[in-house]
Protein backbone atom coordinates (compact mmCIF):
# COMPACT_ATOMS: atom_id res chain seq x y z
CA UNK A 1 0.00 0.00 0.00
CA UNK A 2 1.19 3.40 -0.60
CA UNK A 3 -0.67 5.44 2.28
CA UNK A 4 1.24 8.71 2.94
CA UNK A 5 3.96 8.35 0.22
CA UNK A 6 4.75 11.71 -1.56
CA UNK A 7 7.86 10.76 -2.98
CA UNK A 8 7.91 9.08 -6.87
CA UNK A 9 11.15 7.31 -6.90
CA UNK A 10 11.77 7.36 -11.02
CA UNK A 11 13.57 4.24 -10.82
CA UNK A 12 16.59 6.28 -9.33
CA UNK A 13 18.64 6.16 -6.37
CA UNK A 14 18.24 9.00 -3.91
CA UNK A 15 21.32 10.78 -4.81
CA UNK A 16 20.53 10.36 -8.09
CA UNK A 17 17.15 11.72 -7.14
CA UNK A 18 18.14 14.86 -5.30
CA UNK A 19 20.57 15.34 -7.92
CA UNK A 20 17.93 15.39 -10.63
CA UNK A 21 16.12 17.98 -8.49
CA UNK A 22 18.79 20.06 -8.14
CA UNK A 23 19.31 20.00 -12.13
CA UNK A 24 15.96 20.71 -13.04
CA UNK A 25 14.98 23.32 -10.80
CA UNK A 26 17.97 25.12 -11.50
CA UNK A 27 17.37 24.91 -15.32
CA UNK A 28 13.39 26.24 -14.98
CA UNK A 29 15.19 29.10 -12.93
CA UNK A 30 17.91 30.04 -15.80
CA UNK A 31 15.45 29.26 -18.48
CA UNK A 32 12.16 30.06 -17.93
CA UNK A 33 10.42 27.31 -19.46
CA UNK A 34 11.90 23.68 -20.18
CA UNK A 35 10.57 20.51 -22.18
CA UNK A 36 11.34 17.43 -19.87
CA UNK A 37 9.17 13.75 -19.28
CA UNK A 38 6.00 14.44 -18.07
CA UNK A 39 6.57 12.41 -15.06
CA UNK A 40 9.72 14.29 -14.33
CA UNK A 41 7.97 17.39 -14.02
CA UNK A 42 4.97 16.31 -11.84
CA UNK A 43 7.51 15.04 -9.53
CA UNK A 44 9.53 18.00 -8.96
CA UNK A 45 6.91 21.00 -9.28
CA UNK A 46 6.68 20.83 -5.49
CA UNK A 47 10.40 21.18 -5.25
CA UNK A 48 10.18 24.51 -7.52
CA UNK A 49 7.43 26.14 -5.81
CA UNK A 50 8.59 25.53 -2.69
CA UNK A 51 11.88 26.96 -3.90
CA UNK A 52 9.76 29.93 -5.27
CA UNK A 53 7.78 30.43 -2.32
CA UNK A 54 11.28 30.62 -0.32
CA UNK A 55 12.45 33.65 -2.37
CA UNK A 56 9.25 35.87 -2.16
CA UNK A 57 10.91 36.61 1.79
CA UNK A 58 14.84 37.75 0.81
CA UNK A 59 16.43 37.11 4.03
CA UNK A 60 19.78 36.10 4.78
CA UNK A 61 18.07 32.37 6.35
CA UNK A 62 16.04 31.84 3.35
CA UNK A 63 18.89 32.32 1.05
CA UNK A 64 21.23 30.06 2.53
CA UNK A 65 18.50 27.24 2.67
CA UNK A 66 17.83 27.67 -1.22
CA UNK A 67 21.76 27.52 -1.51
CA UNK A 68 21.84 24.00 0.07
CA UNK A 69 18.54 22.86 -1.58
CA UNK A 70 20.49 23.81 -5.03
CA UNK A 71 23.25 22.66 -4.25
CA UNK A 72 25.14 26.18 -3.84
CA UNK A 73 24.61 27.21 -7.40
CA UNK A 74 24.80 30.95 -6.42
CA UNK A 75 24.14 32.16 -9.96
CA UNK A 76 20.74 30.63 -9.40
CA UNK A 77 19.61 31.12 -6.32
CA UNK A 78 20.55 34.85 -7.03
CA UNK A 79 18.33 35.31 -10.27
CA UNK A 80 15.54 33.45 -7.79
CA UNK A 81 15.99 35.96 -5.07
CA UNK A 82 16.59 39.18 -7.46
CA UNK A 83 14.12 38.65 -10.22
CA UNK A 84 11.42 35.66 -9.36
CA UNK A 85 10.50 36.15 -5.82
CA UNK A 86 9.41 39.48 -6.78
CA UNK A 87 7.60 38.96 -9.33
CA UNK A 88 5.42 36.10 -7.57
CA UNK A 89 5.38 38.25 -4.43
CA UNK A 90 1.78 38.68 -4.97
CA UNK A 91 0.41 35.62 -6.03
CA UNK A 92 -0.23 33.10 -2.90
CA UNK A 93 1.30 29.67 -5.12
CA UNK A 94 0.67 28.31 -8.53
CA UNK A 95 4.01 29.48 -9.74
CA UNK A 96 4.45 26.79 -12.59
CA UNK A 97 2.44 25.39 -15.67
CA UNK A 98 2.96 21.70 -16.99
CA UNK A 99 2.21 21.75 -20.58
CA UNK A 100 1.72 18.32 -22.03
CA UNK A 101 3.20 17.54 -25.33
CA UNK A 102 1.64 15.64 -28.58
CA UNK A 103 4.57 13.83 -29.80
CA UNK A 104 6.60 11.38 -27.78
CA UNK A 105 9.88 11.73 -26.69
CA UNK A 106 11.76 9.63 -30.08
CA UNK A 107 13.75 7.10 -28.38
CA UNK A 108 11.63 5.57 -25.53
CA UNK A 109 8.15 6.98 -26.25
CA UNK A 110 8.26 8.37 -23.00
CA UNK A 111 5.49 11.33 -22.83
CA UNK A 112 6.81 14.77 -22.56
CA UNK A 113 6.30 18.25 -21.77
CA UNK A 114 6.80 21.71 -20.81
CA UNK A 115 7.80 22.89 -17.61
CA UNK A 116 7.16 26.49 -17.32
CA UNK A 117 6.60 29.46 -14.80
CA UNK A 118 2.84 30.81 -15.26
CA UNK A 119 4.22 34.80 -15.90
CA UNK A 120 6.04 35.01 -19.02
CA UNK A 121 4.38 38.18 -20.22
CA UNK A 122 7.49 39.94 -20.52
CA UNK A 123 10.15 37.46 -21.50
CA UNK A 124 12.04 38.90 -24.08
CA UNK A 125 15.46 36.49 -25.64
CA UNK A 126 15.02 34.30 -22.23
CA UNK A 127 15.47 37.81 -20.27
CA UNK A 128 12.62 38.60 -17.80
CA UNK A 129 11.60 42.06 -18.84
CA UNK A 130 9.25 43.67 -16.68
CA UNK A 131 6.82 45.73 -17.96
CA UNK A 132 5.98 48.79 -18.47
CA UNK A 133 5.30 51.22 -15.45
CA UNK A 134 2.19 53.13 -17.20
CA UNK A 135 2.81 57.14 -16.81
CA UNK A 136 0.62 58.97 -14.32
CA UNK A 137 -2.67 60.26 -15.51
CA UNK A 138 -2.32 64.22 -16.41
CA UNK A 139 -4.54 66.14 -13.93
CA UNK A 140 -7.32 68.57 -15.79
CA UNK A 141 -7.05 72.07 -15.56
CA UNK A 142 -8.67 73.69 -12.39
CA UNK A 143 -12.17 75.32 -13.07
CA UNK A 144 -10.74 78.42 -11.85
CA UNK A 145 -8.85 79.04 -14.72
CA UNK A 146 -10.34 77.43 -18.08
CA UNK A 147 -7.71 76.03 -20.66
CA UNK A 148 -9.32 78.16 -23.42
CA UNK A 149 -8.16 81.64 -22.47
CA UNK A 150 -4.61 80.86 -21.89
CA UNK A 151 -4.18 79.56 -24.89
CA UNK A 152 -5.84 82.56 -26.83
CA UNK A 153 -3.46 84.94 -24.99
CA UNK A 154 -0.38 83.30 -26.21
CA UNK A 155 0.38 83.55 -30.21
CA UNK A 156 1.03 80.04 -31.69
CA UNK A 157 4.04 79.53 -33.58
CA UNK A 158 2.99 79.47 -36.48
CA UNK A 159 1.47 83.06 -36.51
CA UNK A 160 4.50 84.29 -35.59
CA UNK A 161 6.09 83.54 -39.19
Known sequence: MRH?????????????????ARNLAAALVEHERIETTLAKAKAHRPFVEKLITLAKNESLANKRRA?????????????????LGPRFSVRPGGYTRILKL???RLGDNAPRAIFE???????????????????????????????????????????EE
Open 4 to 20: RVKTRKLSRTQAHRRAL
Open 117 to 159: FVERTGVEGGTYVPPPVQAEAVEPPAADSPAGEEQADEPSSEE
Open 102 to 104: AKP
Open 67 to 83: LSLLGNDRKTVTKLFEV
